[in-house]
């Protein structure tokens, strides 16, 4: 009888965050062996035990910054580590161009001790958290990979910046194996409602804030700006299931370990939705009313975007298959029973 082959390891960045969390479950289901490494800045060590909950299978958790290069070389000569998955960062638009020098520090800083680990270590297949905001100002939608590159704040360069880093890398040793994800809009949660996304403080981004003015802690939602030039005059956003985000990950390693390469994809559902749309999904969902107010266009916001996604779904065969309203009802699931979960 033949011994079953070893699951690969991999090295998860910021794993107890938001997409990260996510992703570690649908790659345990998968079959891969994880080690998250995460600073716990914007997130906490319970999501771990959370993880382990919701697959039934433990892995391996250690409290550390990506910029730490010691620690980096640890965990390579310690572990059989086949590839990274790169989540940790910091992620707040507003917040990057009050304290741009903790983002250049964080996100591509840490990036470039992690690359220069890995390169070390030999392991040279990494997938990357980019976002949709490299492309910034919208000179054709949807938006395809080929459309200009010119992020509108220093989060959005950070992405860029990294992204540039590592197709300068893959060019320079074509061994590497790249994965440049841009994701659009995240939302939903966990089906088990065990794990989900729990800003700290006031939620910047609309999913959370409509949880929150569903359960009653915030009292309405300000609806920036109803003067777009958009079908109800809202902001129009390609939302994606965190779940379908995930498992677009997944695929984009699967692909890797298969194809050496430089991909660079979108992931985004390819549909557009406004905020009175999701205002009214997440009242069906809730089966509660959302107070909301009409409020003046937040800076810096733009009136729409939305994916192209044909791309990953050529080379992965993966496509979104949430819709808006499980986007909602999973959200809404974790916003009422996480606090439970303990
Ligand atoms: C923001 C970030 C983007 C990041 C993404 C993560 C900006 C400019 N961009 O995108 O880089 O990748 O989050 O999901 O911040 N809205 C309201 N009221 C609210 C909150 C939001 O009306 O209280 C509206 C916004 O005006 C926008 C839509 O809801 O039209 C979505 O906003 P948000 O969730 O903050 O995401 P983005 O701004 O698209």
């Known amino acids: 009888m033949s011994a079953r082959p070893e699951p690969a390891t991999l090295l998860i960045t910021g794993g107890a965050g938001y997409i990260g969390a996510h992703t570690c479950v649908a790659l345990q289901r998968a079959g ?33 910054d990506v910029r730490d290069r010691a620690l980096l070389d640890r965990l390579f000569q310690s572990q059989a580590i086949q590839g990274v998955l790169h989540f ?23 990036s470039l001790v992690l690359m220069q680990a890995m390169q070390a270590a030999g392991v040279k297949t990494l997938v990357f958290s980019s976002s949709a905001t490299v492309y910034g100002t919208p000179q054709f939608l949807p938006y395809t990979e080929a459309h200009p590159l010119a992020p509108v704040n220093p989060y959005g360069r950070t992405k860029l910046m990294v992204e540039d880093m590592l197709r300068d890398l893959h060019q320079s040793d074509a061994d590497w194996r790249v994965g440049i994800l841009r994701y659009f809009n995240p939302v939903g949660a966990d089906a088990s409602g065990l794990i989900g996304e729990d800003p700290r403080g006031i939620p910047n981004n609309l999913m959370p804030f409509i949880a929150q003015v569903a359960t009653g802690r915030r009292e309405f939602l300000n609806v920036w700006g109803n003067d777009y030039d958009t079908p109800d005059g809202t902001g129009v956003r390609d939302y994606i299931h965190v779940t379908d985000l995930a498992a677009g990950h997944v695929s984009a390693l699967q692909h890797l370990e298969k194809t050496p390469g430089c991909l660079t994809l979108n992931l985004g559902s390819g549909q557009g939705h406004s905020v009175l749309e999701m205002v009214r999904a997440f009242e069906q969902a809730s089966g509660r009313t959302i107070a909301h107010r009409f409020a003046p266009r937040r800076a810096g916001d733009l009136p729409a975007f939305w994916a192209n996604a044909d791309e990953a779904r050529r080379i992965l065969g993966w496509e979104a298959r949430c819709s808006l309203l499980q986007m909602c009802e999973d959200t809404w699931r974790f916003q009422t029973q996480s606090a439970e979960a303990g």
């Open 32 to 64: 891969y062996r994880l080690v998250v490494l995460d600073n716990f800045c914007n997130s906490s060590p319970q999501t771990l035990a959370r993880i382990e909950r919701i697959t039934g299978q433990p892995l391996e958790g250690v409290q550390g």
């Open 88 to 110: 940790a960062g910091l992620k707040a638009v507003g917040e990057s161009s009050e304290k741009p020098l903790e983002y250049y520090s964080n996100n591509v800083a840490g």
